[in-house]
């Protein structure tokens, strides 16, 4: 975090009076505040994504898939919210960008799990890089806000690896897809607790 610097209001000669006001400089860098309202960006995305994919498995009567990626995309949306909350707490403003239309058309279930896998860790590439950006500034108190979403990213590829684990285990061909969108629809039960909250997510 950067020192605020004293800056000559009024001044004089030797035998003057000088006016030494301190200048408001923002608390993160402006490329901290950039990245952090990318991030803010990814997550609405990351929200959009996940009700897209909810309502194709709606459609495809995959219940349990469906509820479970809903509480998702919920989830992601408090993502979003702790970042917001964060730029406010330190005096930026949040800027919401448009974004592209996440994909509503999948080959098959896996398909779309494993594009969800390969997007969290795409997220958590993300989050490295903003790690690295607060630890070379440095800017210690955004480190330390880093840390939740560091933990948070562990959980969510674990999550996402053990459905595309179970889905190799069962098969997806004729009631293999029944019985995993049984077993997502249980992760869906335990999940729809944790909608909301601000810890990381548990698998
Ligand atoms: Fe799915 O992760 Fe947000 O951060």
Redesign the pocket.
């Known amino acids: 975090m950067r020192s605020c610097s004293p800056t000559v209001l009024k001044g004089g000669g030797l035998s003057g009076s000088f006016f030494v006001a301190t200048e408001i400089e923002p608390m993160l860098t402006p490329a901290m505040i950039d990245r952090l309202n990318e991030q803010i960006n990814l ?1 609405i995305y ?1 929200s959009h994504l996940y009700l897209q994919m909810s309502s194709w498995c709606a459609h495809k009567s995959l219940d349990g898939c469906a509820q479970f990626l809903s509480q998702h995309a919920d989830e ?1 949306m408090t ?1 979003m919210r702790r970042l917001l909350n964060y730029l406010h707490e330190t005096g930026a403003l949040a800027i919401i960008s448009g974004m592209e239309a996440p994909p509503h058309h999948f080959d098959s279930l896996q398909a779309m799990f494993e594009k969800i896998y390969a997007h ?1 860790q795409f ?1 958590t590439h993300k ?1 490295n890089d903003l790690v690295h950006l607060a630890n070379t500034e440095p800017d210690y108190a955004t480190l330390q806000f880093l840390q939740w ?1 560091v933990a ?2 562990h959980q ?1 590829e674990f999550l996402f690896k053990s459905i595309l684990d179970k889905m190799a285990l069962i098969g997806t061909e004729g009631q293999g897809l029944f019985f995993i969108d049984q077993e997502v629809a249980k992760l869906a039960a335990t999940k729809g607790i944790k909608a909301n909250s601000m810890e990381p997510a548990q698998p």
């Open positions: 997550e990351s992601e993502h969290e997220v989050i979403y948070e990213q969510e």
